[in-house]
């Protein structure tokens, strides 16, 4: 199979990825952007962004959209169902199932996914009362009482906009505060539709064919309860996309690569963006940052400034 080559290759096509497809093209660069899936991560699934700078409010599909466009404007080649089967990093050449590339400098915007909870009926109820999408699946739920798994931003945002459809929803957080924004917190607060179980967990996930019932423990107390629901969102944190760069890359402890100011990772012409990224902070205007930062670095290395 005849090799493709590029000046950038970047892996990934979240806001990141797409940051550094606008930068890379507007250099000047030949950029190859491969999605494994559709453009966007996380963010294209949320159905709310208020916190973006310049855009008042919005929601995830649409700001996507706009940067898709905006890379594209600038001559990046953007390939969705593309996923990597194979990457050398050392000789900078990745392989799908289609076609082999190269290039001289790889950016790494593969991002995070959600982390499951572990427990009995979760796997085998996903799509069937089991989710990790309030913004896909919360309208199947309409009239109905459903859970949210976890504390964070993304548990408490999803939670609300859930209500717009079920009847009643449980935020069944193990610990006895929630790790949301304060704005949120008192947003969510002020949600009659929200009950929140405090230092519960959830021990099995049960139903005939779909999601019925939860069995809870309270971690204080140990008190074993049933919770009867017709579906459950689980949003416990996230795990970074690093398996394909195991053993390649310097990573964290958590398996996040590390990477230096200038976003250039443990090789040389390899840099890592966004969420896939070691930082204390991963929101959508950090993932941009990095993207900007990646590419920048990635065009002064083509100009052998690096």
């Known amino acids: 199979m005849e090799t493709e080559k590029y000046d950038v290759i970047i892996i990934g096509a979240g806001p990141s990825g797409l940051t550094s497809a606008i930068y890379c093209g507007r250099a000047g660069l030949s950029t190859l952007v491969l999605e494994k899936g559709f453009c966007g991560g996380q963010i294209y699934l949320s159905s709310l962004?208020?916190?973006?700078?310049?855009?008042?409010?919005?929601?995830?599909?649409?700001?996507?959209?706009?940067?898709?466009?905006?890379?594209?404007?600038?001559?990046?080649?953007?390939?969705?169902?593309?996923?990597?089967?194979?990457?050398?990093?050392?000789?900078?050449?990745?392989?799908?199932?289609?076609?082999?590339?190269?290039?001289?400098?790889?950016?790494?915007?593969?991002?995070?996914?959600?982390?499951?909870?572990?427990?009995?009926?979760?796997?085998?109820?996903?799509?069937?009362?089991?989710?990790?999408?309030?913004?896909?699946?919360?309208?199947?739920?309409?009239?109905?009482?459903?859970?949210?798994?976890?504390?964070?931003?993304?548990?408490?945002?999803?939670?609300?906009?859930?209500?717009?459809?079920?009847?009643?929803?449980?935020?069944?957080?193990?610990?006895?505060?929630?790790?949301?924004?304060?704005?949120?917190?008192?947003?969510?607060?002020?949600?009659?539709?929200?009950?929140?179980?405090?230092?519960?967990?959830?021990?099995?996930?049960?139903?005939?064919?779909?999601?019925?019932?939860?069995?809870?423990?309270?971690?204080?107390?140990?008190?074993t309860t049933g919770l009867e629901v017709s579906g459950v969102f689980i949003y416990i944190g996230m795990l970074p996309n690093t398996e394909m760069f195991k053993g390649a890359l310097e990573t964290d402890e958590r398996g996040y690569i590390k990477t230096n100011e200038r976003m250039q990772a443990s090789i040389k012409g390899v840099y890592a963006a966004g969420d896939v990224r070691s930082s204390p902070v991963k929101q959508i205007t950090t993932a941009t940052s990095d993207g900007t930062v990646a590419a920048v670095s990635a065009v002064q290395q083509s100009q052998g400034l690096l």
């Open 49 to 223: 962004v208020e916190n973006y700078p310049g855009v008042k409010s919005t929601d995830g599909a649409t700001l996507i959209a706009t940067m898709v466009s905006q890379a594209k404007s600038f001559g990046a080649q953007i390939l969705e169902n593309s996923p990597v089967t194979e990457v050398d990093l050392e000789g900078k050449t990745v392989k799908t199932e289609k076609a082999d590339y190269s290039a001289d400098s790889i950016i790494i915007s593969t991002g995070n996914r959600w982390r499951k909870l572990g427990v009995p009926g979760e796997s085998e109820l996903v799509g069937r009362g089991v989710s990790y999408c309030a913004t896909c699946d919360g309208p199947f739920f309409k009239g109905k009482e459903v859970a949210v798994i976890g504390g964070g931003d993304s548990a408490i945002e999803e939670a609300m906009y859930l209500t717009k459809f079920a009847s009643r929803v449980y935020v069944i957080h193990r610990r006895d505060k929630l790790r949301a924004e304060k704005y949120v917190q008192e947003q969510a607060f002020a949600n009659e539709k929200l009950e929140f179980l405090w230092d519960t967990q959830v021990k099995e996930i049960a139903g005939s064919g779909k999601v019925e019932k939860l069995s809870l423990e309270n971690s204080k107390t140990n008190e």
